[in-house]
């Protein structure tokens, strides 16, 4: 089986602080693991992913995670808040290998406070 | 141009009805997915097909079935609609099942059961 848990509903940072927000996971093998962002009344929009190679992973917006296995841990994390990135943020994991099934956190509201 | 596209965007209906909601793609890809957001924004899968084959099917009520006339499209019948079947329904494709694909959304089809 897999998990992914986001274990903050809300997220309030200032415009221009550094922001981060939390994800970890558990699958029974390899994992993929991907960050999308909904903004109200949208569909989810994909914003980064890790594969393979490199912990720091770079996406769109200026947005980056960094995957720490030993912690089974997928953080997203931003230097410098915007208010327009004040939105919905879903973590989500697929195992390498069997169930194609993409399972997804609980969701974050982060709110970026001008 | 769309790339994932749904109709309609607003769904109000008595509960007893039976409904539709139609997904198109023009992304060219092999595998389209429905998911279900609930009032607490929790994401869930429903359904995937691959090449017009159902390869996912959660625990779903027999009264929701999926057709995939051709790759480009996966359209959702909902037979004696509930109360709660209220929520946001959400098509999504990607380029192939599984792997490191990411998933394209579509912007959402909010069903209403009174």
């Known amino acids: 089986a897999q998990s992914v848990a986001q274990p903050e509903d809300q997220v309030n940072v200032a415009e221009g602080n550094p922001l981060t927000v939390k994800c970890t996971y558990s699958?029974?093998?390899?994992?993929?693991l991907f960050w999308y962002v909904q903004y109200p009344n949208r569909g989810l929009q994909f914003l980064l992913k890790?594969?393979?190679?490199?912990?720091l992973v770079k996406g769109s917006y200026g947005f980056e995670a960094e995957f720490n296995k030993s912690q089974t841990s997928f953080h997203l994390k931003k230097p410098s808040a915007l208010v327009s990135d004040s939105a919905l943020y879903f973590c989500?994991?697929?195992?390498?290998?069997?169930?194609?099934?993409?399972?997804f956190g609980t969701g974050t509201r982060l709110t970026i406070i001008p | 141009d769309t790339a994932v596209s749904q109709t309609p965007k607003y769904l109000v209906t008595q509960m007893g009805n039976d409904k539709s909601i139609k997904c198109e793609q023009n992304?060219?890809?092999?595998?389209m997915y429905w998911y279900k957001q609930d009032s607490k924004k929790f994401l869930k899968i429903m359904f995937s097909?691959?090449?017009?084959?159902?390869?996912i099917n959660e625990t779903v009520p027999n009264r929701f079935s999926p057709k995939s006339p051709d790759k480009a499209h996966l359209n959702l019948h909902i037979n004696s609609l509930e109360l709660g079947d209220s929520a946001v329904y959400f098509c999504?494709?990607?380029?192939?099942?599984?792997?490191?694909?990411?998933?394209?959304f579509g912007p959402g089809t909010r069903l209403t059961v009174l």
């Open positions: 890790y594969i393979t190679g490199d912990n």
């Open positions: 699958v029974s093998g390899n994992p993929y």
């Open positions: 992304l060219g890809h092999d595998t």
């Open positions: 999504a494709s990607s380029q192939r099942a599984g792997g490191e694909r990411e998933q394209f």
């Open positions: 989500a994991v697929r195992v390498y290998f069997g169930n194609e099934k993409l399972t």
């Open positions: 097909y691959n090449n017009k084959e159902l390869i």
